[in-house]
T-cell receptor, first 114, second 111 residues
Framework: DGGITQSPKYLFRKEGQNVTLSCEQN?????MYWYRQDPGQGLRLIYY???????QKGDIAEGYSVSREKKESFPLTVTSAQKNPTAFYLC?????????????FGEGSWLTVV | RKEVEQDPGPFNVPEGATVAFNCTYS??????FFWYRQDCRKEPKLLMS???SGNEDGRFTAQLNRASQYISLLIRDSKLSDSATYLC????????????FGTGTQLKVEL
C-alpha cells in the first residue's frame, strides 16, 4: 500500500521527557511536513523539509526538532522544552513537481503528557 | 486578520439539504486552494482542489472568488455521511508548497 505511516498512534509522555514520532512515506514525495492540531486552532505548521538533509522551521518550531536523513523518513522529536505538547500530530507529504501540489496526511499521532 | 478564516459552525442541516461554506484568505498572492474533510479524531483527507473556473465533483462544488478573496464549498443533497469538519487550505506564496489551514467548519446532517 502506498501512503504515509505514522507511529505510534498513541503516546504518553512524562514531563521532562523527549519523545520521537516516526513518519515514513513511500509515495516518493520530495516534501514532508509536520503539523500540530489543537481543538479550535486548526493545523499549525511545525517544520517542513523539501529535500534530504534540509529542513525549515514552520510557525511553531520551538520545543521541536526534526531530521531528514532519508527521503522517506521525517521523524519529529518533541523535547522537554515544549511546554504544552499534548496535541494531535500530523505528518504530511507532497510532490514539489509543478505547482499547487496536494498535501497528503498520515493517520496522526496522539501525544498526551501525564 | 487571520490568514485563513472559516465560520466554525456547527451547521445543522436536514438530510437532502443544500449547504454552503465560505473561507476567506488574506494573502492575495495565494495561488492554490483546497478543501479537506476531517472526521472526528482522524486525519484530514483531500476533498477537492479549487480551480479558478470552479469545479464540481458529484454533489460537491468548489468556487474561487479572487476579487473578494474567498473560496466556497457547496454540498447538494446532503447525506448523513457528510457529517464532518471541512477545512479550507490556502498555499503560502514563496515556495515550499506550504499550506495554511482554516480552523474548520463543522457540518452535522440530521434525519
Amino acid at each position: 500500500d502506498g501512503g504515509i505511516t505514522q507511529s505510534p498512534k498513541y503516546l504518553f509522555r512524562k514531563e521532562g521527557q523527549n519523545v520521537t514520532l516516526s513518519c515514513e512515506q513511500n509515495l516518493n514525495h520530495d516534501a514532508m511536513y509536520w503539523y500540530r492540531q489543537d481543538p479550535g486552532q486548526g493545523l499549525r505548521l511545525i517544520y517542513y523539509s523539501q529535500i534530504v538533509n534540509d529542513f525549515q522551521k514552520g510557525d511553531i518550531a520551538e520545543g521541536y526538532s526534526v531530521s531528514r536523513e532519508k527521503k522517506e523518513s521525517f521523524p519529529l522529536t518533541v523535547t522537554s522544552a515544549q511546554k504544552n505538547p499534548t496535541a494531535f500530530y500530523l505528518c504530511a507529504s507532497s510532490s514539489l513537481a509543478g505547482s499547487g501540489n496536494t498535501i497528503y496526511f498520515g493517520e496522526g499521532s496522539w501525544l498526551t503528557v501525564v | 486578520r487571520k490568514e485563513v478564516e472559516q465560520d466554525p459552525g456547527p451547521f445543522n442541516v436536514p438530510e437532502g439539504a443544500t449547504v454552503a461554506f465560505n473561507c476567506t484568505y488574506s494573502n492575495s498572492a495565494s495561488q492554490s486552494f483546497f478543501w479537506y474533510r476531517q472526521d472526528c479524531r482522524k486525519e484530514p483527507k483531500l476533498l477537492m482542489s479549487v480551480y479558478s473556473s470552479g469545479n464540481e465533483d458529484g454533489r460537491f462544488t468548489a468556487q474561487l472568488n479572487r476579487a473578494s478573496q474567498y473560496i466556497s464549498l457547496l454540498i447538494r443533497d446532503s447525506k448523513l455521511s457528510d457529517s464532518a469538519t471541512y477545512l479550507c487550505a490556502v498555499n503560502r506564496p514563496g515556495g515550499g508548497n506550504k499550506l495554511t489551514f482554516g480552523t474548520g467548519t463543522q457540518l452535522k446532517v440530521e434525519l
